[in-house]
């Protein structure tokens, strides 16, 4: 894991994937990000943020929901404000997740998927999820904060393999590295 960008304020979660063939079911990608509290890093989640569920401040936002991947440019995109976390925030980790509504669907069985971290026009990093392709959803990107109050981005892709509740009470965990 790297720590090429230090003092990120604002950052924008792409994502993108072609939609299923004619007659098939869907395909359906989600965005999740998790903050954790400096008293519980590793641990638990203090909330989550997703397709169903915002971010009590205001803070993580996901301003764009695709459920089938249909539509030009990226699917879903996802607004992370770190400059306006609250001090008690130490650390948040993004992760996509497949739905797996129809049956076992790994990143390596859809068309086209691509996720993007932005910060204004600066690309931080990019994935087609091509190194996790075996997996059905990863960890994109992990944000910490330092004793002066500055976020790091560390760029990463680590997939996991499990449906999208079992991913999400897991991706920030240590034992969840590899």
Do not use: C
């Not at 129809?102 to 691509?114: D, L, S, W």
């Not at 990463?156 to 240590?174: I, L, S, T």
């Amino acid at each position: 894991m790297s720590t090429p960008n230090k003092d990120i304020d604002k950052v924008e979660v792409r994502l993108k994937w072609d939609p299923s063939a004619a007659g098939e079911p869907a395909h359906d990608l989600d965005i999740i990000a998790a903050p954790y509290t400096s008293d519980d890093p590793y641990g638990r989640p203090a909330h989550l943020v997703h397709f169903d569920s915002r971010s009590p401040d205001g803070t993580i936002t996901l301003n764009r929901d695709s459920r089938t991947g249909q539509g030009l440019g990226f699917d879903e995109v996802m607004t992370i404000e770190l400059d306006r976390l609250a001090e008690t925030y130490a650390r948040v980790i993004v992760g996509v997740a497949i739905q797996q509504r129809n049956g076992r669907k790994t990143f390596g069985e859809i068309q086209r998927t691509g996720v993007q971290i932005r910060e204004g026009y600066t690309n931080l990093s990019e994935s087609d999820f091509s190194e996790v392709s075996a997996a059905t959803a990863a960890v994109v990107a992990e944000f910490t904060r330092d004793s002066s109050g500055a976020w790091a981005f560390h760029s990463e892709v680590r997939g996991f393999d499990g449906d999208p509740d079992e991913f999400a009470a897991a991706m920030g965990n240590r034992a969840s590295e590899s």
